[in-house]
């Protein structure tokens, strides 16, 4: 799931819009991407053990939850949906 995600991120993303958050030099668990000029903010939940998808900031809607259940296919089509 993961390789999936990552190939739809690099596939569907405006041009140069990737940014790690970091702080005091240190990465932390948050990867932003701009797709269709819309801002998505992915983060590691440790409580649920999925990646979150959340549109605008890190406390926006949910747009989607991935996680190893979820099949690549799947991942396109969220993602050809943007």
Same mark, same amino acid.
Request: proline share 0%.
């Given at each position: 799931m993961i390789l999936a995600l990552i190939a739809a991120v690099i596939w569907k993303k405006d041009e140069d819009a990737i940014e790690v958050m970091t702080q005091s030099g240190d990465m932390k668990n948050v990867l932003w991407v701009k797709i269709n000029?819309?801002?998505?903010?992915?983060?590691?939940?440790?409580?649920?053990? $999925?990646?979150?998808?959340?549109?605008?900031?890190?406390?926006?809607?949910?747009?989607?939850?991935?996680?190893?259940?979820?099949?690549? $296919?799947?991942? $396109?089509?969220?993602?050809?949906?943007?």
């Open positions: 000029n819309t801002r998505y903010a992915f983060s590691y939940d440790h409580e649920t053990e $999925k990646i979150e998808m959340r549109k605008h900031s890190i406390k926006g809607d949910v747009v989607k939850s991935f996680d190893n259940s979820i099949f690549a $296919k799947e991942v $396109k089509e969220i993602f050809e949906s943007l």
